[in-house]
């Protein structure tokens, strides 16, 4: 369990406590039993946001677009659509509710496809722009009321019940309970390992199989549905809902109350609205200053707690008693058996991986030029060549990180030309860097857990919901890791964070990461690079064993002692052509490959 999970399982209950007992405490002040549910609305849609931003590093300043679509659409529908008179007010409720919320899902569907295409400051601006459409699309609406919004909204009715005053604080905060409880058990399953794996490093979350552009548009929706369900209850709870109340100021309320509390989770968002909703409600004195104040807030807390409160509290906590990032145990009688990866039996001796003619041009430079090879299963194969030769370019054609210029790449009996990198993970193929990326903000034991991605069968509905399946997937998950980790010998690092390795220990998590998904082909990038002699005699003893087991593997080293003494084949590459290709001793012996690495006289 990741430390952001670890400070919710210690803080939510203490919030569940704290909002039960101010229920009973503010029952009699009117004011303050408001303040209290515009909070719990605003923490609904700041859990979306605090996703974005802490779990994906996806920044929006648009979200108020999303609460103004739900609150709009429940407006609409409860006061401009006739419904049924044998239909109870409560149902009525309860489908604009559902509506306005699927219709903000929907557009944070779009919003994600197009935040694709954006970086940084771009994203920004791009989700700053969407938020400015809906208030101007409102505007000039005549069916959404103009400049005047939408008012006479009636509050929702359970019987005799009104959904309003102290039952609409108790409603309010059901809500926060619910989605609290939903995004908790996203995160801690598949999905919330595939958003954490994407944060720290998108490309090693494509290679170990994670689809990073999926992920980051589910996020965009899911964040984009809350942010739209709390707008339904705004506009309930208020009896109506106008442009200005869903503009840019609003947004930008929302970003602070994640930056205050602390992005990532769910219980930095729930104490940053709370300290800003209520500062919203009870600072109209001060409406003139609170532009001022909230900038310096913003700055000091940039300062002095740039996790926010949340998360500089659990890093105090970690210091003082550092926390076990801990998988429960699995019985290997409870995993079911995952199917491992289509590859060719290694008896018959085919070609697990093939490149017919391959060539990287970047403008005029030839990078990788006509190469062509084809990888026998069960066998271990060295690729050599100076600095500069395309060894790692070529790496990278075959894996999906960049596209082939010319030629051809088949995996398995499959033409992956041009795939994305995470689909031909999927076929069975793991890989390392020439420089090792892990990631950085996860321990030891959650790299390689998020190498097991593909081992995995839970979706995003199991994980939301906590079906058994997302509990089986993630047991199947940790038992792979902790065996990987027991195979080669890390157990004792398992809970170091990955930015605190060593950096031999970097480098032998990143072989286990790759291995965890059980693969059939591994392609490693220098992976004796900086590594003392020791290191490099245990990295001999794994790619051997790995070997044995029936992996194909294929090396980029410099290493040439390591070359000689491990490799069934040896490759060389010089100026991105193939001059070498044959068994280690007649390769070392080859007077072009002497010439390519010493020169001649």
């Not at 999303?66 to 609150?71: D, T």
């Not at 200005?244 to 219980?267: H, R």
């Not at 429960?328 to 991986?353: G, K």
Request: charge should be positive; include cysteine.
């Amino acid at each position: 369990m990741s430390e952001r999970m670890t400070t919710d399982a210690r803080l939510l209950p203490i919030f569940a406590a704290i909002v039960i007992a101010f229920g009973f405490i503010a029952h009699g002040n009117a004011n303050l039993v408001q303040a209290a549910t515009f909070a719990a609305i605003d923490a609904v849609a700041a859990i979306g946001l605090s996703i974005l931003l802490g779990n994906v590093a996806s920044i929006s300043i648009g979200q108020a677009g999303f609460f103004g679509i739900g609150a709009y659409a429940f407006a609409y529908l409860e006061t401009a659509v006739t419904w049924p008179a044998a239909l109870p007010v409560w149902a009525t409720f309860v489908i604009a509710t559902v509506a306005g919320t699927a219709l903000a899902t929907a557009f944070g569907l779009v919003l994600g496809l197009i935040a694709l295409r954006f970086r940084g400051h771009y994203l920004a601006m791009a989700t700053l722009a969407f938020g400015l459409v809906v208030v101007g699309v409102v505007r000039i609406t005549p069916a959404l009321g103009g400049a005047g919004g939408i008012s006479n909204v009636a509050f929702a009715q359970f019987g005799s019940l009104s959904i309003s005053g102290v039952a609409a604080y108790w409603y309010a905060w059901a809500m926060v309970a619910l989605v609290a409880s939903l995004t908790y058990n996203l995160l801690r399953g598949r999905t919330g390992r595939a958003f954490e794996a994407v944060r720290n490093d998108e490309l090693a979350a494509e290679a170990v199989g994670v689809p990073t552009r999926r992920v980051k548009i589910a996020a965009f929706a899911y964040a984009g549905a809350l942010a739209g369900f709390a707008g339904t209850f705004y506009a309930a709870f208020l009896g109506l809902i106008e442009p200005n109340a869903v503009g840019v100021d609003f947004s930008i309320d929302l970003l602070l109350m994640v930056v205050v509390g602390g992005a990532g989770g769910v219980s930095g968002a729930i104490l940053g609205a709370v300290i800003i909703g209520i500062t919203n409600v009870y600072g109209h004195d001060l409406e003139n200053w609170r532009p001022i104040i909230y900038g310096a807030a913003v700055v000091v807390i940039a300062i002095r707690f740039p996790r926010g409160l949340v998360g500089t509290f659990a890093r105090s906590r970690r210091r003082v008693t550092p926390v076990v990032e801990a998988v429960p145990e699995v019985a290997v009688r409870d995993a079911s058996p995952v199917a491992p990866p289509a590859t060719p039996s290694p008896r018959e001796r085919v070609a697990w991986l093939s490149v017919d003619s391959v060539a990287k041009r970047f403008g005029g430079i030839v990078a990788v030029n006509d190469v062509s090879f084809a990888l026998e299963s069960g066998t271990l194969t060295s690729l050599i060549g100076p600095n500069g030769a395309g060894k790692t370019t070529l790496f990278n054609t075959i894996c999906g990180v960049t596209r082939p210029s010319a030629g051809r790449v088949t995996i398995a009996g499959r033409d992956v030309t041009g795939w994305q990198a995470h689909r031909i993970a999927a076929l069975g193929v793991g890989r390392s860097f020439q420089n090792a990326r892990l990631f950085a903000d996860m321990t030891v034991l959650e790299n390689v857990l998020a190498g097991a991605y593909l081992r995995e069968t839970a979706t995003f509905a199991s994980d939301l919901l906590a079906l058994p399946l997302s509990r089986r997937s993630g047991r199947i998950a940790a038992d792979r890791a902790r065996s990987v980790l027991s195979s080669l010998d890390l157990e004792r690092i398992a809970n170091v964070r990955a930015r605190d390795l060593a950096f031999g220990d970097r480098r032998r998590v990143e072989l286990a990461r790759s291995v965890a998904a059980e693969p059939g082909l591994l392609l490693l990038d220098e992976p004796a690079a900086g590594l003392n002699a020791s290191e490099r005699a245990r990295l001999s003893d794994d790619l051997l064993r790995l070997r044995s087991d029936g992996l194909t593997l294929l090396l980029v080293e410099h290493d040439m002692r390591l070359v000689m003494a491990i490799s069934d084949r040896v490759m060389v590459l010089e100026f991105g052509a193939m001059i070498a290709d044959g068994r280690p001793a007649a390769v070392r012996d080859d007077p072009r490959v002497v010439a390519a690495y010493l020169g001649t006289g």
